[in-house]
């Protein structure tokens, strides 16, 4: 690592660029991408791949897990659990290295002069978010992480989350590696989020491509994401940026911040609010917007993680928290290949089997 | 809807008091025959309140007979559509109603190749034979407009008796008249040609793209296919020149008040004012030949008979020129929007169907002009001259004694009026009175009797069964008539405040309601209202500056109320069966032109 190792541990995400993706990982890379477009993410910086490696470096450590890992029997669940534990032990107890540990509180105090801004510090993994697998969600996310500690702590439980059972297992099956597969984390400004939630640009019950589909609750969008809460769900026809269907549902609780306990909190909502939209007409029409251009610039389909941010000015308030590529239907294949008939005989074809009688 | 769910019988409609004999006011092959019961009840059909929206005097069913018989003749023997005849059509207590022909299973093989090759004529030859089209049109409006009915002399002119003509001027009067009717029946035969073939390719255009996307919104198809510099617009926006121009020549005050007489004097003495005059006179010929209303009725006012109403609109625009508003259609916006929507939704089809959508869509593009112009040239300049022309008529007979204003004439159906011709004459001849002047007034009393009781009633939206699933190809199209629409009309009763059609222009707005069932109660409208009509006319366009909202009873993607709406950024819902019946004025709507609601709010 040498006299420049510090660069290669933190990357701003807005000074990230193409080369530095896959030392940042999918989320970290999806967030500078969309800086680059001119999306409005929350400031943060990634901790890199580098610096993941380097801890597993030190004292052996790779080795410790290697060997755990070696003595997983996939289909035993205790046993998978039991030893999943102790690799996840070993990581968090393991000190950081310093030059990786300076950075990241270098970076932070970059950030948060006062040391007391709320982040939210996310695995970033090199396999997560690739089109082909999967497993989103399958490592931690820490919300409303305040100070340079508590930042350093919370990046080591998101190293030690790559090796739950869960994650495990899912790579085994699907033959990615384990202590082969990097880790970046990504540590961002916590959000005051008043709504949050997350859009689709194709709706994912059929895979219609003319929709963007938004479901939304108030509050942090992790429960919309885990699917603890019904959420509003609003279909927006995609060209035409029209609202054409919309289920506000109840919404008993919202995830807030508690700023004096420096944590998230789950708080009741009072009956009269819960069955409000969490949206306004325009927000779901700004997120609709915000989705298409994220799937323009992308390239394909996508699946976009929002927030409206109480704390920015109200007509100007929403954020991109991460746009990755959707995975189900953008990999199906055609089943046939229709063959249309044009001018007069296609006319004809449709005056003898309108279009009535198709539906 | 519901297994037994069915309009009523034809048969079993009452006929509202003070109707009765209503019967006896139009030809009895529009009449449901009481020996045909089995027959008639075994169809169904729909009321066309789109293009007819209240009760016929006698002479206007010659419209209908007219339009849909012409409608018929292209499918049935002119390009032999090969599912489709025509479109039988019946009045009853003053409405008229349609009945779709289909084509026996078993002929439409046969009708294939013909249709091929006939329409195939059409569509590769598009371009040159609307050009002729247009020259036909033309010179059938200047022999309309050339025809001349003059009163009778009281003696044969002497050059007519030294030139041996052998002649009387009745016979002149009989042929002026034919030939009006012969030329009006010209007008409608040319207003089919294209017609059907044009709703057909853009009808096969829009089964494309359902079928790509079933959920696409009908009005973003439509919006792929539309015009931006379309000649129906054409008047409003000579309205809007004349309105800017008299701003920039400092005439706007001039023109603000008073009767039209009084504004044009106060015009012509203003420096500048002849140049505003000119340009007044000039936009008249041919953009004036247009009615507030859609042509088929003899009430219809057309501009270039009544100044009053396109000055009245000019006044508005000043006024809101002066406001500061911009009052241009934002037609480079329009077409940016057309080419955006047209190209988003061509990166999301397959590759395999992008060849066939650009295919389909030029042939859309090249046909949907004619749906869209032909409007202006056959139900407003084609049918102001010829309402005019007949109104002159009407006024010969009055000044022979025969009725007491020109009207009146309307009251007597087309055969009447060749009866009463030549009663006129016969007395003129004979040296004795005619017996008009004595048979027709107390009749023509008697008949405004029986039209003002067909009117209290309003007509049923359809008779009989409805077949479990529209596929008649030109009901869809022209109508808009669906399955859906159909079960619409029929849950329609139960629910009191909420109504659905279809979301023919989209937007969310609220406001107070404005039932106006004719185009002569468009005065009545004020800022901010919502319009509720049974249908609208696109020459309604001046008032949209006024209104919020509108809803209708009936009508499609394509009518002309939804493509108005469209092109004025106005949410419009059509085809809601019966708003302007079940809505009143001054009650709040909420009108949602994206999912094709209307809630009463109260």
Redesign the interface.
């Known amino acids: 690592m040498g006299a420049n190792a510090a660069a290669s541990f933190i990357v701003p995400f807005e000074a990230a660029c193409a080369d530095d993706f896959p030392r940042i990982g999918g989320k970290c890379a999806s967030l500078a991408r969309m800086i680059a477009q001119g999306v409005r993410v929350p400031q943060g910086f990634a901790v890199t791949t580098d610096a993941y490696a380097l801890h597993l470096r030190s004292n052996g450590l790779a080795a410790t897990i290697s060997e755990r890992l070696a003595r997983i029997v996939l289909d035993d669940v205790d046993d998978e659990e039991r030893l999943s534990h102790e690799i996840r032990d070993a990581i968090v107890a393991q000190p950081m290295p310093a030059a990786v540990e300076q950075s990241i509180r270098e970076a932070y105090r970059r950030m948060s002069p006062d040391g007391q801004l709320p982040v939210a510090v996310r695995s970033s993994a090199t396999a997560e978010d690739l089109p082909d697998a999967s497993f989103a969600g399958q490592q931690d996310t820490y919300l409303w992480v305040v100070g340079e500690d508590v930042v350093v702590e919370k990046v080591k439980a998101c190293w030690a989350s790559l090796f739950n059972a869960r994650a495990i297992s899912y790579r085994a099956e699907n033959g990615l590696g384990q202590i082969d597969v990097l880790m970046s984390v990504g540590v961002q400004k916590m959000v005051n989020a008043s709504a949050a939630g997350v859009a689709m640009t194709l709706d994912p019950i059929n895979g ?4 963007i589909v938004i479901d939304s609750a108030f509050g942090l969008g992790e429960p919309v994401v885990s699917g603890e809460i019904t959420p509003d769900n609003f279909v927006v ?4 940026l ?4 919309q289920r506000i549902s109840e919404k008993d609780f919202e995830l807030v911040a508690d700023r004096a306990a420096r944590r998230t909190v789950e708080r009741v909502i009072a009956p009269e609010r819960r069955t409000l939209p969490s949206l306004t ?1 325009a927000q779901v029409l700004a997120v609709a917007r915000l989705a298409k251009s994220l799937e323009r610039s992308m390239g394909c389909p996508q699946d976009v993680e929002w927030a409206i941010d109480a704390d920015l000015p109200e007509d100007d308030n929403l954020v991109a928290l991460q746009s990755r590529p959707e995975t189900v239907w953008s990999q199906k294949k ?1 089943q046939t ?2 063959v ?20 | 809807m519901t297994a037994h769910a069915k309009f009523p019988s034809p048969y079993d409609l009452k006929t509202p008091v003070g109707a009765e004999g209503w019967e006896k006011l139009y030809p009895y092959y529009l009449q449901f025959q009481n020996s045909l019961r089995d027959k008639e009840d075994g169809k169904f059909w729909f009321c066309d309140s789109q293009h007819w929206p209240s009760p016929f005097k006698p002479f206007d069913a010659v419209t209908v007979e007219f339009a849909v018989k012409c409608l018929g003749q292209y499918n049935t023997r002119h390009y032999l ?4 005849n025509g479109v039988e059509y019946r009045i009853h207590n003053g409405y008229c109603y349609m009945s779709p022909v289909a084509v026996a299973p078993e002929l ?1 093989g046969d009708r ?1 190749p013909h ?2 090759e006939r ?2 004529y059409y ?1 590769q030859n598009w371009d040159r034979l609307l050009a002729n089209w247009d020259k036909k049109v033309r010179a059938n409006i200047a022999d309309l407009e050339a025809l001349s009915f003059e009163p009778l002399p009281d003696a044969v002119p002497l050059d007519w008796i030294t030139g041996g003509v052998g002649l009387d001027n009745t016979y002149a009067l009989t042929e002026t008249y034919d030939r009006a009717i012969q030329l009006l029946y010209k007008t409608w035969q040319y207003h089919f040609e294209f017609l059907n ?1 044009g709703y ?2 853009y ?2 255009f ?3 793209m ?2 790509q ?5 009908d ?2 198809i439509a919006k792929m296919v539309q015009g931006v510099e379309v000649d129906l617009f054409r008047p409003d926006d000579e309205l809007k020149k004349l309105a800017k121009l008299a701003v920039k020549l400092g005439i706007a005050s001039a023109l603000k008040s008073g009767s039209v007489d009084e504004a044009l004097a106060a015009v012509s003495r203003a420096p500048n004012g002849a140049e505003w005059l000119k340009a007044w006179k000039e936009a008249q010929d041919p953009w004036f030949n247009f009615t507030s209303g859609n042509g088929f009725y003899s009430t219809d006012k057309y501009w270039i008979e009544h100044l009053d109403i396109p000055l009245g609109y000019i006044r508005d625009y000043i006024v809101r020129l002066e406001r500061g508003e911009e009052i241009d259609r934002p037609t480079e916006a329009i077409a940016r929007e057309r080419d ?2 047209t190209s ?2 061509a990166e ?1 089809l ?1 590759a ?2 992008r ?2 959508f650009e ?2 869509l030029g ?1 859309a593009r090249t046909v949907f002009p004619y749906v869209e112009n032909h409007n202006f040239y056959i139900e407003h300049w084609s049918m102001s001259v010829f309402w005019r022309k007949m109104r002159e008529l009407g006024a010969i007979f009055r000044d022979a004694g025969f009725w007491k204003d020109a009207d009146d004439l309307f009251y007597l159906n087309r055969q009447e009026v060749r009866d009463a011709l030549f009663d006129y004459g016969n007395g003129w001849a004979v040296g004795a009175p005619a017996i008009g002047p004595t048979y027709w007034p107390p009749e023509i009393e008697r008949r405004k009797k029986i039209m003002a009781a067909l009117a209290t009633t309003p007509p049923q939206p359809a008779l009989n069964n409805p077949p479990d ?5 030109f009901t ?1 199209m022209l109508w808009g008539i ?2 859906e629409s159909i079960g619409r009309w029929l849950d329609g009763a139960a629910n009191t405040t909420k109504l659905s059609g279809m979301a023919a222009s ?1 937007g ?1 707005v609220e406001g107070r309601a404005r039932v106006v069932r004719s185009a002569d109660e468009l005065g009545q409208i004020e800022q901010g209202e919502i319009l509720v009509a049974p249908v609208t006319a696109p020459s309604w366009a001046p008032i949209f500056g006024k209104i919020n909202a509108i809803v209708t009873d009936i009508g499609g993607m394509m009518s002309h109320a939804a493509i108005v709406c469209r092109e004025y950024g106005l949410p419009a819902v059509t085809g809601t069966g019966r708003a302007s019946s079940s809505i009143k004025n001054g009650q709040m709507l909420r009108v949602n032109g ?2 094709g609601e209307v809630t009463i709010l109260s």
Do not use: C, H, W
């Open positions: 219609d491509r003319t929709k026809e995609k060209v035409l029209q609202v054409i269907k007409n055609k290949t229709a249309y008939e044009t001018g007069i005989a296609g006319v004809l074809g449709t005056l003898l089997a309108p279009i009535q009688a198709k539906r | 559509i090969p599912p489709a439409i294939v249709f091929m329409a195939g569509f073939l057909a390719a009808l096969d829009f089964s494309f359902k079928g996307f079933p959920t696409i919104p009005q973003a955006r929507i988003e939704y999301m397959d395999d169907a060849a066939a295919g389909k042939l699933v529209i596929t008649e190809p869809i669906t399955t989209p969310i994206s999912t």
